[in-house]
């Protein structure tokens, strides 16, 4: 998950740093247990990837789908309370 792209502790809460540590250290359970347990709701989750619309560089149109004309959208980061933490930051071509 995205969560292993932060190298570092972000002192924001401590349910996200027992995520990362988690992650980090490819600790499955500890993970489950800190995004809610294996009942949790998506929605309930603390936990969430952040999304953003693609943009054509040139145009600056954004990006639309082929087959359903739905704006296509790419992960940029996490969501923690209301919270955006970016760790895409360069988009390759």
Partial sequence: ???RRLKKSLGIDEVI???RIAADESK???YINAMGGVFAKRKDQ???LAYDASFDSETGECKIGFYDGNIIQ???GLMFKGHRILTRFFSWR
Avoid: S
């Fill in 1 to 3: 998950m995205k969560l």
């Fill in 17 to 19: 740093e027992k995520a």
């Fill in 28 to 30: 499955w359970h500890e």
């Fill in 46 to 48: 603390p936990i969430k």
């Fill in 74 to 76: 790419t992960i940029k």
